[in-house]
């Protein structure tokens, strides 16, 4: 398990709401002062926790939101200051700043590069003015070009484009364009998402409604495969399901270390936090048919949250306290799962010696209908062997899931009883 922290800060403004999003955010911009005072405030009360978390090197910071480029370079300054007064920040970390075009201009940016901010993820969505309208964006094609030269002038070379497919009537043409269009800026980093109707968004309503209709599955899955065969034979390594990295060096150190079931503080409204486990889910005791999942025994990891309103976060700040709104601790089998559904999501799988026979089992079927893969990672030992999905199998992720999260929960109600 990474033995580093990595640091979220979510900065929850929008200029406008999109009518798909489901991210906390606001529009009321008259609360960012008060907001960058709370942030600062929450980022020293996490560094002041009991255990050993806060005193782990960090290695990667990552602004998410919302918009963080709606923060002036004084606000973003003191957060970052904050963070490096009360964090041990490791030498070439990766620090993350999404930024939205039609938000930036390239002094802006030039002075991000100055605070020490190296990576750019920018929210592209598409090139296209249609796409662009249909998603309500606030910003134009131009301005996307506009903030990618910007970028590259500052000095950026690590540079994300997040693009989305999948809207209704868009056809593989469409998409096209958009890939080759951001094919041709060269980006260090891609990710492509499809459009997903979330319930209580704008977007949903109008699916309840009848006025356009989500995605159907199997076109779903041709534009999964489209996008991987076009950005892979481009020479991009495609490292997550909805991730793609020009080079090994340009994947995302901090979401990995999400995949990887790493330690992570949020900070702000609606952030998460995770905190792994003694074992963090790894292989426990043996039985005679094979690899258990964990006792239920072990200390679990514990995952917390922030409330997803800005006034109760607020105000648990104003008490002097840290504002969690909730936490569980996750159970052997949640553990279990976990890694498995974070693992089958990215290019390293899982580890197969922690799996029961069961479901090694099942795995070899998959195999066997090149829906996935053993492998052995290049210089290992054969005991860190390990399966990953395949193309095709990506495109059957969830229902792959599915059934394993089923062998899974029999399992550990089986072992928890016995
Ligand atoms: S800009 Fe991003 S975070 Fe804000 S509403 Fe749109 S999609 Fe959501």
Redesign the pocket.
């Known amino acids: 398990m990474p033995d580093f922290l990595s640091l979220y800060i979510h900065v929850p403004?929008?200029?406008?709401?999109?009518p798909?999003?489901?991210?906390f955010?606001v529009t009321d911009l008259s609360l960012v002062n008060a907001y960058v005072a709370g942030v600062c405030k929450e980022i020293k009360l996490c560094s002041a926790m009991a255990g050993p978390w806060p005193r782990m090197p960090v290695h990667t910071i990552y602004l998410g939101?919302?918009?963080p480029s709606l923060l002036s370079v004084n606000q973003m300054h003191k957060i970052l200051d904050m963070v490096q007064n009360c964090f041990c920040l490791a030498p070439g970390s990766e620090i993350t700043c999404?930024v939205?075009p039609g938000t930036v201009d390239a002094p802006y940016l030039a002075n991000l590069r100055q605070l020490g901010i190296n990576r750019l993820s920018i929210?592209v969505?598409s090139f296209d003015p249609r796409k662009l309208s249909f998603?309500?964006?606030?910003h134009t094609r131009k301005q996307v070009f506009d903030t990618l030269e910007g970028a590259a002038r500052a000095g950026f070379a690590n540079l994300g484009l997040d693009l989305m497919y999948g809207l209704p009537g868009e056809t593989h043409d469409v998409w096209q364009a958009d890939l080759d269009t951001a094919l041709g800026c060269n980006p260090a980093h891609l990710s492509c998402y499809m459009l997903t109707i979330e319930p209580g968004t704008p977007f949903f309503d109008c699916c309840e409604k009848g006025l356009f209709l989500p995605c159907d599955r199997d076109r779903r899955m041709d534009f999964f495969v489209q996008t991987a065969e076009v950005l892979e034979n481009s020479g991009y390594i495609h490292y997550e399901v909805s991730n793609f990295a020009l080079k090994q060096k340009n994947c995302s150190v901090h979401n990995s270390h999400y995949w990887h079931r790493g330690a992570y503080l949020g900070m702000g409204p609606s952030a998460h936090s995770f905190v792994p486990g003694k074992t963090g889910g790894s292989p426990g005791r043996q039985s005679g048919s094979g690899t258990v999942l964990l006792s239920s025994k072990e200390k679990g990891s514990v995952r917390s949250w922030n409330a997803a309103d800005m006034q109760a976060w607020l105000d648990v700040l104003a008490a002097g306290r840290l504002p969690r709104a909730g936490c569980e601790t996750l159970t052997p089998a949640q553990e279990a799962l976990e890694q498995v559904m974070l693992g089958l999501r990215t290019k390293n799988g899982i580890l197969v010696k922690a799996l029961d026979q069961d479901i090694h089992a099942f795995l070899v079927r998959l195999e066997n209908q090149d829906l996935g893969i053993f492998f052995v990672p290049v210089g290992a030992a054969d005991i860190s062997r390990r399966f990953r999905l395949t193309r095709t199998g990506l495109t059957r992720l969830d229902s792959i899931v599915d059934t394993i999260a089923t062998k899974i929960f029999d399992k550990m109600h089986f072992y928890d009883n016995f």
């Open positions: 403004f929008c200029r406008k709401k999109c798909y999003c489901d991210f955010s939101g919302g918009t999404e939205n929210g969505q998603l309500s964006r606030i």
